[in-house]
């Protein structure tokens, strides 16, 4: 959690010295009223002891005396409101560092994630992020405030309440008891921790875990409801929450104690200072001041101790969180810009050089030396089963990932010298999963793109074959979350416009067109054809009728090319890719397409 601390900047510095020097003025008005109350009390048994041997108090004596009581008495109040004051006043700035601290330190955390490449995100998972960057951060905002408001004054409190006792007249005989009351009070705090502690970070585990098991359940609902498995997505989630439930009772039990067994001893302390000093007072009745002083003292001394522990019990916590949030920072991205310096009179070209890649800790390559060239204006389709890699070898032309062995060229230039914003501003991408965002459909296409007009916007609508149902709702229409009000086929032509609206070099479509009936595939593909020429088309399909026509097809088996060529090659030389056209589409049909 320390190496946080560079995220404080001066303003919260300043802050923080503010509110630690209100801190000191609390702590000092507190711990000057003792020695008011026992001049007070000293100048009231002065008048008793005169009453005593002179069987009335002269009056001069006795106006000093009183004037005295009063005088001490006001320094108390004064002292009272400037503790209320200090306290107040220390409270606000400790709340508003941790507040900003918080929003520093949540903006980091965002921007670092933006950052990372799929295989960090991955690593971390989305449920543990989301974790990380709200309740982890709110961990470390809580001790942020106690720290403030508590590290500084609860030290000051012990050490000068110890002081200041053992200063007081008789005090040696009292001081048995607060070295006990400490000691029981050591004992305690040593007890608790040595049990809750390690709960703290399963406690963040097993929070990542019940977001996770929420997460999942949220995004599938459809899913869930259609296959009857609410029950069972009931019993998961009850698994998780009663796991962390468990957990949370266990720590909160045992945290419990800490209130009465400090009252406990404070009381005991309370008690045994009187019992003790009432023996004193009794042998000489001017030491009733110090032993009231002396009580007071100590009770500052155990509420020092008192605070430290509080302070204890959010600390570990905070650590916990704190290092949860450090891994994400520190995090070192494996991918990284390019020098950016990229000049090239090519355009949407694409090479690869006998490219394998393998995802981190896998013991076999998913995209095993492939080697392909694709130039300007061309199509190239890549066609396999599920799992034979055709995903990932579009990862690696986005740079999603980085390749394990040999090359991936764009224009002529290794993706590796490109800035990432460069590169990725060549390349309009359709995930295979429609991703929309809530908002409106204008707001979706023109996202990562500025300074679109309508004009541009229905362009790419008509390409897509998105402009009819558009239409009906129009271009303001709005759009929930995942773009849930509308259906497959509608999301995938949106997710196709908004690539198209930004102007690529290069368009990537991950089968990008499954969720589309044949005749909307075709009309589609064409409006392609003719409406962007010069455009780099890479399609990866499961439809045969999809990449038949294209320029160049490549066949994937278990991330091995087992084919490359045109259709009608592949369909004769091609075994795999004979066997997948075979099963969509009959003899005859694949002849009469030609």
Known sequence: MVKLLKYFNKSLILYTIIAIVFVALQVICDLSMPDRLQVAITEASKISQIREQLGYVPEVEYNAAVSAIWQNCLYMVL???GSVLSTIITCFFAAKVASSYSYILRNEVYKKVESLSIEEIDKFSTSSLITRSTNDITQVQMTVVMAIRMAFAAPIYAIYGIIKALQIEGAHSLSIITIIAIVALVLLVVTVFSIVLPKFKKIQALTDRLNLVTRENLTGIRVVRASNAIAFEEEKFKKAN????????????????????????????????LWVGAYLIFDNPLVLNSVFTFQQYTMFIVMGFMQLTMIMIMIPRGVVSGNRINEVLSSVNKIHDGKGEVNTSLQGVVEFKNVSFAYDGASENVVDNVSFKINKGETLAIIGGTGAGKTSLINLICR??????????????????????????????????????????????????????????????????AKDFVDEVSLDGKVSQGGTNFSGGQKQRLCIARAIVKNPEILIFDDSFSALDFKT?????EALNKEINGVTNIIVAQRIGTIMHADLIIVLDNGKVAGIGKHQDLIKNCDVYKEIAYSQLSKEELENAW
Not at 259 to 264: D, N, R, S, Y
Not at 421 to 429: A, C, F, S
Not at 433 to 441: D, P, S, V
Not at 521 to 525: P, S
């Open 79 to 81: 002292l009272s409101l």
């Open 242 to 273: 009663d796991d962390i439930t468990k957990n949370n009772i266990f720590v909160n039990r045992v945290l419990s104690l800490f209130q009465p067994g400090m009252q406990i001893i404070m009381n005991f302390t309370s008690l045994a200072i």
């Open 400 to 465: 999603f990932y980085d390749v394990t062995e040999g090359e991936v060229l764009v224009d002529g230039v290794n993706v590796k010298d490109y800035k990432e914003e460069d590169l990725r501003n060549k390349i309009g991408y359709v995930p295979q999963k429609n991703i929309l965002f809530r908002g409106t459909i204008r707001s979706n296409l023109a996202f990562g793109k500025e300074n679109l007009t309508d004009e541009d916007i229905n362009k790419a609508l008509i390409i897509s074959q």
């Open 521 to 525: 595939d075709q009309k589609l593909r």
